[in-house]
Structure formats: structure tokens, C-alpha cells
């Protein structure tokens, strides 16, 4: 089935044309674009997770697990007529010549951030009247963190920004405040857009730093979470006891023990 004499991505277009194929594989099949997009963003989310470990082998088997999803939705697409996997490539090789006049044109940028302001000048011009409003095109799909930070980066793009992060602090104090008055008068609805409000100054914060997103911060403060809470399983076993043995005094003591481990 692979033909040595052909690039690989060729020899992956007609590995997927013979499994969605009248003597294919069953599973392959059946799939339509809905039903892989699970799939999907689990492969990315592994992909992800190599970058993090700075695992270079998994890195590359992982990438090639996003590039057989994208060549499997073209394989779907090009069933129905629509477009395939050359359309595709064609389109994201004019679009990237397209928005990079500075180095295929005539345009002269000085930096990272002037390059960003012509590539978002260029794409307002390509989306034209399909787009009213500069929130368009934010991704539904996207987790509400990185969408967050999405959002407020395209304000602050024409200026609606915090002028430095101790404001940004005195906002989230500000909403931590309404946070506590919705408790007190024992109101869930406001209670949870409180909390979606003050969700969303942090978010601002970790934004306005550019360092790291609050996406990233908060994954490192997922792990470190599990880290710490493994550690009390561990010790908890070494006790003889288990999760279900123990009260909330002992996993208090534990976890301490973890953070002053700096786990």
C-alpha cells in the first residue's frame, strides 16, 4: 500500500481513499466530519501535552496523527464533491503568500507586532461583509479561557485595554466583591455570573502580562493539583489506609507536606 516512489502525504491521501473504500475499513467508513471531531481535539490536546514534555518523538507521531484527521475530513469532503486535500493545501499556500506582503510583496515591517497589525488588516479585507462586528470569528469552540483571551486581545487591539495589571487587580478584587454580596443575598443566577465575570478579569490579567495564557496557568495548576493529591494517596497507602479512611484533617496535614515539598 505505500508506494516508496510517492511523498508521504500522498501515500496517506490513498491510504484513506482505500479505507473509506467499498473494500475498505468499516469504521473508517462510517465517520463523518462530526463524529471526528472528538478524535480531533484529543490528537491536539496530545500533541500538546509533547510540546510540554518537550518530547521531540512524540511531537512529530502526534502531528502525524493531526495531519491524518486533516486528511481525513478532505478524503469526506471530497466525497461529497465539495473540496479535497490539494484544495485545501492550494487555499492555506495563497492565503499565507497573501497575508505575508512584507516578505512576498512590497510592504516593510520592523517587527513581531507591526507584522501582526498588517496580517489582522489583511484578513479584516478578506472577510469584508461577513463580518459586522471585530468579535466575529472568535471560535465557539474554543475553551472559554482561550476564548476569553481571544476576545480581549481584539479590543485591546483598538485600544480598549487596562493601562497597567494593578488596575486589572483592583477589577478583580472589584468582582471577587460582587462575587461575595450575590452569596449574601443568596441569589444563584447572579452568583454565577459573578463568578463568570471575576473568571474573566483573571483571564485579563494573565492577557495583559503576555507571558503565559490563563489556559496554560491553569493546566500547570491542574498538575500540580493531581501531583500533590497523589502524594497523599502515597502516603495515605503507606499508612495502610485509603481515600475513603481518611478525614479531611490528615489530607490537610498531607498536602501541606506536598507544598512544603514543592510538589
Known amino acids: 500500500m505505500y508506494d516508496k516512489n510517492k511523498s508521504g502525504v500522498e501515500n496517506l491521501v490513498n491510504i484513506l481513499s482505500i479505507l473509506r473504500g467499498e473494500n475498505g475499513c468499516p469504521w473508517d467508513a462510517k465517520q463523518t466530519h462530526e463524529s ?36 481525513f475530513h478532505s478524503q ?15 487555499l492555506i499556500s495563497e492565503k499565507m503568500i497573501r497575508r505575508h506582503p512584507h516578505v512576498f510583496g ?23 461583509e461577513s463580518r459586522k462586528s471585530v468579535m466575529d ?51 444563584e443566577e447572579h452568583i454565577d455570573e459573578e463568578i463568570g465575570d471575576l473568571l474573566f478579569a483573571v483571564t485579563n490579567l494573565s492577557r495583559w502580562r503576555k507571558r503565559e495564557s490563563a489556559e496554560t496557568l491553569l493546566k500547570k495548576t491542574n498538575q500540580k493539583f493531581i501531583t500533590r493529591f497523589k502524594y497523599i494517596e502515597e502516603q495515605l497507602e ?24 514543592s510538589l
Open 76 to 90: 469526506i469532503a471530497k466525497e461529497d464533491n465539495e473540496f479535497d486535500f490539494e484544495k485545501v493545501s492550494q
Open 137 to 187: 470569528g472568535v471560535p465557539k469552540s474554543l475553551s472559554a479561557l482561550l476564548q476569553a483571551r481571544k476576545i480581549q486581545k481584539k479590543g485591546a487591539t483598538y485600544g480598549f485595554d487596562w493601562d497597567n495589571q494593578n488596575a486589572i487587580i483592583a477589577k478583580i478584587e472589584e468582582e471577587l466583591t460582587e462575587v461575595k454580596d450575590a452569596i449574601k443575598d443568596s441569589d
Open 106 to 128: 512590497d510592504n516593510d515591517v520592523d517587527n513581531a507586532d507591526e507584522v501582526v497589525t498588517l496580517w489582522n488588516e489583511i484578513k479584516k479585507k478578506e472577510k469584508g
Open 238 to 261: 503507606k499508612q495502610g489506609k485509603c481515600l475513603e479512611e481518611a478525614n479531611i484533617d490528615e489530607m490537610e496535614k498531607l498536602w501541606n507536606e506536598a507544598k512544603n515539598q
Open 36 to 71: 471526528l471531531i472528538e478524535h480531533l481535539y484529543e490528537e491536539v490536546a496530545e500533541f500538546a501535552d509533547a510540546v510540554s514534555a518537550n518530547d521531540k518523538y512524540n511531537m512529530c507521531e502526534e502531528l502525524g496523527d493531526i495531519l491524518l484527521h486533516i486528511v
